[in-house]
């Protein structure tokens, strides 16, 4: 199997949101300083113990599992799967962005051509 280009990885590692993906998976981040809180999954969490720094698209519990890492490392971790297929997945996700981007501004660009709208 081929390996998965460093370029790759640094672009999903540094393009992906991790506070865009944990929110998509229904945790409630409030902010904290420049960092967001929440309840970390990987353990019994009686106070919000997971960190997530947008600056620098980390997460990190400092709480009783005391794992954290980037977008992949989440990924591997929430679904109990290996490094490529995260980074599969991420992948996946990232190009169905970009086709439905695509698709509405191709929808836009129709509209003013059909019906001169701006």
């Known amino acids: 199997m081929a ?6 990885i640094e672009k999903l590692k540094n393009e992906v949101s991790l506070v865009r993906l944990l ?4 945790f409630k981040l409030k902010k904290h300083g420049k960092d967001f809180i929440c309840h970390c999954p990987f353990h019994n969490d009686k106070t ?4 997530v720094s947008p600056d620098k698209n980390l ?3 400092l709480g ?5 890492g980037s977008i992949i490392d989440w990924v591997m971790k929430r679904e109990g799967i290996s490094f490529r297929r995260a980074v599969e ?3 996946h996700d990232i190009g169905l ?3 439905v981007a695509a698709s509405i501004i191709l929808f836009a660009k129709l509209n003013v051509e059909r ?3 701006i």
């Open 3 to 8: 390996r998965i280009k460093q370029e790759i």
């Open 48 to 51: 919000p113990s997971l960190v």
């Open 64 to 68: 009783a599992c005391g794992v954290g």
């Open 89 to 91: 997945i991420l992948q």
């Open 115 to 117: 019906f001169g709208m």
């Open 59 to 61: 997460w990190n519990c």
């Open 23 to 26: 929110e998509s998976q229904g």
């Open 97 to 99: 962005i970009v086709a």
